[in-house]
């Protein structure tokens, strides 16, 4: 999980916003009283000053109303002497002007010599007295930089203006007391400002440290971890949250247990089902596919997954899923090649909710080859069965038809007939004996009566027999070992097995032929091999020749009264001992039919 930067931290958040809050608060008061403040002290002093100049506007009326003779002061000398005590403080200078002449009648001691008499050049006093009002500024005194106010007042006599009072006051003093409440209330917002900070600070660990618990605990949580719990502060809403969190974290853990039981559970299941299962999201793609299922398609479990079903079992040239959604019925899936035969069967659920939205599919997978396999042998077995029964039958029911029609009266044709009838029964007889054989092989209950057998001594009796029973000009040929070789067999079906297979060689060989039997001893085993140089077997029907009623040439092998059992019985009753057949054969030079047996060296045969 990536890192959370300072700024982004709410912990610093919250001291920042704390702080800002406080910050702005203080601003919007500070600008509120400060500009209250600096109106309240202009105004105090102008208002000062505005009554010490209507004071002393009733002074100079009393002056320039009064009747002089020779021997009083002059008007411009009471005035002079009117102001020298008028200017003390924060006045800087203070000029009378007659109205009409705009001469000055009068100046403070401040103003600048020779003005008295000299007509004024301020446009505020002809405004003042032209207005009749007041005319104030302040203004910048370009000598030393200081703020000066100016004031000129009109001075009325009767209604009647008869002079202008001219006014200039240091107003400096305001603005430096206001600078100096400013640097106070700058320092005191600085200190506020830290101590907020501070109380800020504090404040937010004890609203972001049970938030930073529960970070922890959900970063814990994402690996698994559970067994963590967030310490519970206090039991305001964050506190509650916390004992939310806690329990939630309890309900989570009980169901991860739960999930995870369930997990393994299917996952089990999946594990050790035989059958192929896949799952798909709501799109068809694979989510979810066992071991079994990968093993039945032949691809790896990590490259299928997000692979569309209908890609997956080759069928997006013939369904979508769509169609699978649909389908009720399983569908026959056929991976058959000309070297092997491969089958499945595919059953396809559509998983919904409660609201009925396909939330994806499952596809259950068995492999019915071996199924499909015996099917077809099961229908050509009852084909077969049916066929060999019905020739024989149907041949008997004629000749018999033929002789009830009076045939049996002819001495010539009847002896014949009841002679094929015979031969047709006899060979009815031997198919019906080898089903029984097959069917008592293929019950569970079957089983061998085993005993120890010289096979050495016991395959030279049966090949006697042969020999001495032979029609045909056929030539009998030895490799048997001088020594005796015990193994443990049946000696009855040996003697069967044996029976079909030299039975085979003899029909096969051609006159003048020969047949060679033999015994080769291996280290657990004796192979047991009858040749002959017939007409061989062609190369893609050698697997073939064990399968009951499986005949290389049919025509031949009825008229030979063969019932094409005689191998598939062979092959059970060995394969029932231990050991196996199997045929090696050329075409046009002859076959070779061998069998093994288990086979154990006794110490006499290691000692020699």
């Known amino acids: 999980m990536r890192k959370v930067g300072f700024f982004r931290s709410i912990h610093v958040k919250f001291v920042i916003i704390y702080v800002l809050l406080i910050l702005v608060a203080m601003q919007i008061i500070g600008v509120y009283f400060v500009r209250q403040l600096e ?12 009554e010490r100049v209507n004071l002393l506007g009733y002074n100079i009326v009393q002056e320039m109303g009064k009747e002089r003779t020779t021997e009083d002061p002059s008007l411009e000398d009471d005035i002079k002497k009117t102001l020298k005590d008028f200017v003390t403080g924060d006045i800087l200078e203070v000029q009378v002007i007659e109205n009409g002449s705009l001469k000055i009648l009068g100046a403070s001691p401040s103003s600048s010599q020779g003005v008295v008499g000299q007509r004024t050049t301020e446009l505020r006093v002809k405004q003042s007295m032209t207005l009749e009002e007041e005319q104030s500024a302040i203004k910048i005194d370009q000598k030393n930089g200081y703020r000066i106010w100016v004031l000129s007042t009109p001075i009325k006599s009767d209604k ?22 400013n640097g106070i209330f700058a320092t ?30 959900a970063l814990a949580m994402a690996k698994g971890n559970f067994s963590r719990k967030v310490k519970v502060y206090g039991y305001d809403e964050i506190g509650t949250l916390a004992i939310a969190f806690n329990n939630l974290t309890k309900k989570l853990q009980e169901a991860q247990a739960m999930t995870e039981g369930e997990r393994r559970k299917l ?25 079994p299922a990968a093993e039945m398609l032949n691809v790896s479990r990590e490259t299928v997954l997000s692979q569309p079903i209908v890609e997956l079992l080759d069928l997006d040239d013939t369904n979508t899923f769509e169609d699978l959604l649909e389908e009720k019925d399983s569908l026959i899936l056929d991976y058959s090649t000309k070297k092997k035969r491969y089958i499945l069967r595919a059953n396809f659920s559509v998983i919904q909710k409660e609201t009925g939205f396909v939330n994806g599919l499952i596809a259950v997978l068995h492999d019915i080859t071996e199924q499909e ?5 099961r229908r050509e077995f009852v084909a077969n069965v049916s066929h060999e029964l019905r020739t024989p039958l149907t041949t008997m029911r004629s000749y018999l038809e033929a002789l009830a029609d009076g045939a049996w009266q002819d001495a010539e044709i ?43 001594d016991f395959y030279d009796r049966i090949i006697d027999r042969f020999e001495m029973s032979k029609e045909q000009n056929v030539t009998f040929k030895r490799k048997l070992p001088n020594e005796a070789i015990f193994v443990e067999v049946d000696e009855d079906k040996m003697t069967q097995v044996l029976y079909n297979i030299i039975s085979n060689a003899l029909k096969y060989s051609p006159e003048g032929g020969l047949v060679t039997f033999s015994i080769e001893e291996e280290e657990d085993r004796i192979i047991v091999s009858v040749s002959d140089q ?48 199997w045929a090696k054969s050329e075409e046009g030079k002859g076959t070779i039919i061998s069998f093994s047996l288990p086979y154990e060296r006794s110490e006499e045969d290691e000692w020699s």
């Open 160 to 181: 009647k203006v008869i002079g202008a009072i001219y006014l200039v006051a240091k107003i400096e003093n305001v603005f430096e007391q206001m600078k100096t409440i």
């Open 39 to 50: 109106e309240t002290l202009r105004t105090n002093f102008q208002t000062s000053l505005k």
């Open 267 to 291: 996952s089990s299941v999946l594990s050790y089902m035989t059958d192929g299962v896949i799952a798909t999201d709501r799109k068809g793609r694979v989510i979810l596919i066992n071991e």
């Open 414 to 456: 009847a002896p014949n007939f009841l002679e094929v009838t015979r031969t047709e029964t006899e060979r009815l007889i031997r198919l019906v004996n080898d089903l029984l054989q097959l069917s008592k092989m293929d019950s569970t209950d079957y089983k061998l009566k085993i005993e120890w057998v010289n096979f050495v």
């Open 534 to 581: 017939g007409m061989g077997i062609p190369k893609e029907n050698i697997g073939k020749i064990f399968d009951r009623f499986y005949r290389v040439d049919k025509a031949r092998t009825r008229k030979l009264g063969g019932t094409g059992l005689g191998l598939a019985i062979a092959k059970e009753m060995v394969n029932a001992h231990g050991g196996a057949i």
């Open 373 to 377: 396999k015996i099917d077809a042998e």
């Open 188 to 217: 005191g917002t600085a200190i506020a400002l830290s101590i907020t900070a501070v109380l800020g600070i504090l404040l937010a660990q004890t609203i972001t440290r049970p938030i930073a618990d529960m970070k922890k605990q």
